[in-house]
């Protein structure tokens, strides 16, 4: 007969909450690579981040406890980053680079502490927000969509029995199975997780990071999750976000600094990183604008990452500016991260295929889908369009257009700004479901 370890038994029932973010590390690596030159470059910058939910028929607030946010989030606010994680970002190697972050930002990171946040609810949805230095406040974003996704998960499966559980995930893992099995037929494809931000939970993200290193083998490149990346011997992979050409357009004291702002984030970013990580997010304020003014220097970078066009029409683009440049596109690379699921990647790898490297970013698709798995009928499974964008930069507001104009964000007035300085070319609005 076994022995009961009454001692584990009794430390387990002390457990007041079952946290979600269990580490900093649990977040994107684009947030670290970024963190280090706002830390280094606009240490005096504060930046606010704001939830936003996209979906706006989905009452969070009605479906998730205020309480039980308030306490997740308090408890993000007590980690640190460990002695383990530390020596493993100081003498990992990333992009194949060695010691990719400085001793002196390391030094700075080992003390880093989430600063407070502020909730509030209006009609249905929660108003949360982060005020402070931007070196600060833009480690929240990551663990705030992570808290907010999973305790909304936690609330739509209260009802679920053992029995009842079992039929869901073993209809999702059949699922997520299926979908291996269609992306393993295609030869040479690469594909790495970007699933954190709105995942169905910590460790369903895992299952299916661990699934597709099985299922799929060396077409398996990464994961974004640096923890996972960490604890599952995978490379942690990622470049950079919107958030750097929304802050530096905030900052922008004229139309001609408003103008050059994405291009002087380039430059700012390749006085840290080179290589691999030269990677174009060009569409915060517009592909269409980036491409036409953009200096001819961009097009010595490894690559791109389309993110809110159609990802076939947005390619296109990009390859023919190329062209333009007198640059072969089979030597360059593009990354497709927005909103896929496994017929659009089947979809954009063939029509790509021999035109281009390219590489896929899975994201919300992969680590939250769970339509159609419940033993009974629920909405909350459902994953949702919920950003936390940076909303205001040393108190002026701050923008992003998008090619899609239902991704926009910012005050109206602004936006309107914005689209008189850089235009409307281009922008079509679709239907956002992630």
Known sequence: MAKTDIARRVYNHTWKLDPIVRSLLDTDFYKLLMLQMIWGMYPKVDATFSLINRAKSVRLADEIDEQELR??????????????????????????????????????LEDFQLPEYELGKRNGQYELSFHGPWMYTTMWEIPALAIINELRSRAAMRSFGPFGLDVLYAR?????WAKT????ALPGITISDFGTRRRHSFLWQRWCVEALKEGIGEAFTGTSNVLLAMDTDLEALGTNAHELPMVLAALADS????????????????RYYGGNLLIVL?????????LRDAPDWVAGWTGFRPDSAPPIEGGEKILSWWREKGVDPRQKLLIFSDGLDVDTIIETYRHFRGKVRMSFGWGTNLTNDFEDCAPEEVTGLNAISLVCKVTEANGRPA?????????ATGDPLEIERYLRVFGAQDRVEQLVRV
């Open 399 to 407: 923008v992003k257009l998008s090619d899609n104009p239902a991704k």
């Open 71 to 108: 306490d997740q989030l308090d408890h993000a606010r007590t980690l640190r980053f460990s002695k383990k994680e530390m020596i493993w970002l100081g003498g990992n190697t990333f992009y194949g680079r060695k010691q990719i972050f400085e001793s002196e930002f390391l030094a700075w």
């Open 181 to 184: 099995e269609r992306l393993r």
């Open 282 to 290: 060009p569409d915060a304020f517009g592909t269409a604008a980036f």
């Open 172 to 176: 999702a893992k059949a699922k997520m």
């Open 255 to 270: 139309e001609k600094e408003l103008r050059a702002a994405p291009y002087k984030v380039l430059q700012d970013w390749q």
